[in-house]
């Protein structure tokens, strides 16, 4: 177990994510991240766990994990994610169902899965990294 918060960060294979696992890692957390693939060759000042939130079980294997290592965990950070470009026509609804299934629906997932630990530990957080695409859509 462990003496230091624990942060689980989505979606650390490059951007934000990364830089947010980083960040946390050298101010005292112990931090997990998560991507679809892993690094041939990791170096990282965190624990880099391979996870797909779009899959019920690899999100709730990776949850298990970091609770079988760290006992905890006290940040849940909802990173993963992507934009498609281009015109409606040009993207095909399965195309947009992944997406949907990634950005919508991981971070429920995710949330789901860590809410529970959060509620027996009495504390715990929960940030949602958004984009300015919902806001401000590509042509």
Do not use: C, K, W
């Amino acid at each position: 177990m462990t003496d230091h918060p624990v942060a689980l960060i989505t979606g650390v294979s490059s951007g934000i994510g990364r830089a947010t696992a980083a960040l946390l890692a050298a101010n005292g957390f112990r931090v997990f991240g998560t991507s679809r693939t892993l690094e041939a060759e990791p170096r990282h000042p965190y624990v880099l766990l391979p996870m797909d939130v779009r899959s019920e079980s690899s999100v709730q294997a990776a949850v298990q994990d970091i609770i079988g290592q760290a006992g905890r965990i006290d940040l849940l950070v909802n990173n993963a994610g992507y934009s498609q470009d281009g015109a409606i026509e040009e993207n095909s609804i399965a195309d947009l169902q992944a997406q949907y299934d990634t950005n919508v629906f991981g971070v429920l997932r995710m949330t789901n899965a860590v809410l529970p630990i959060m509620r027996r530990q009495r504390s715990g957080r929960i940030i949602n990294v958004s984009s300015l695409v919902g806001q401000v859509p590509p042509p």
